[in-house]
C-alpha cells in the first residue's frame, strides 16, 4: 500500500475527515471528529489503527516484525502497522476499516445512526 492507496481508501469511509493538526507531514483520518488513522505522507512505512486491546496483542504476537504498539499512542488501543513490509494492502484495509468501527461504536448513539445510515451499514 502507498500513500495515495491509503488516503483513497480512508476517505472512501463514510463522513471521514481529513486533516493535518500535528505537523505538515502526518495524515489524520477522524469520523466525528474523533482519530482511527494516522500516518506520515513523506515517510510513509507505517501506518496508526485503533485496535480492540486483546486483539491487539493477538496482532502483534503473530506478525511481530510486522505490527507494534501504537507509536505515540496508547499502546493499549492502537497499534502501528509496516506498510512496507509483508502485510498484504487486503489485511491494511481490514485493519484500517475496523479502527473506523470501533470509533463509531464508541460514538453517541445518534451519531452511530447517522453514520450507519449514511455508510449503509447494518445496524446493531
Same mark, same amino acid.
Given at each position: 500500500?502507498?500513500? #495515495? ?14 486533516a493535518t493538526?500535528?505537523?505538515?507531514t502526518t ?68 485493519? #484500517? ?19 450507519? +445510515?449514511? +455508510?449503509?451499514?447494518?445496524a446493531e
Open positions: 500500500m502507498d500513500v #495515495i492507496e491509503y488516503r483513497e481508501y480512508c476517505l472512501s469511509l463514510p463522513l471521514t475527515e481529513e493538526p500535528f505537523d505538515e495524515l489524520v483520518y477522524k469520523i466525528s471528529g474523533k482519530i482511527y488513522s494516522l500516518a506520515d505522507m513523506v515517510d510513509f512505512r507505517w501506518i496508526n489503527v485503533k485496535c480492540d486491546p486483546e486483539y491487539a496483542v493477538a496482532l502483534r504476537e503473530r506478525y511481530p516484525d510486522q505490527i507494534l504498539p501504537g507509536w505515540h499512542m496508547n499502546k493499549n488501543h492502537w497499534n502501528t502497522l509496516r506498510t512496507d513490509g509483508d502485510l498484504p494492502n487486503a489485511f491494511l484495509r481490514e485493519q #484500517i476499516r475496523n479502527s473506523y468501527l470501533l470509533v463509531v461504536a464508541s460514538l453517541p448513539r445518534l451519531r452511530r445512526e447517522e453514520i450507519r +445510515a449514511a +455508510a449503509d451499514f447494518p
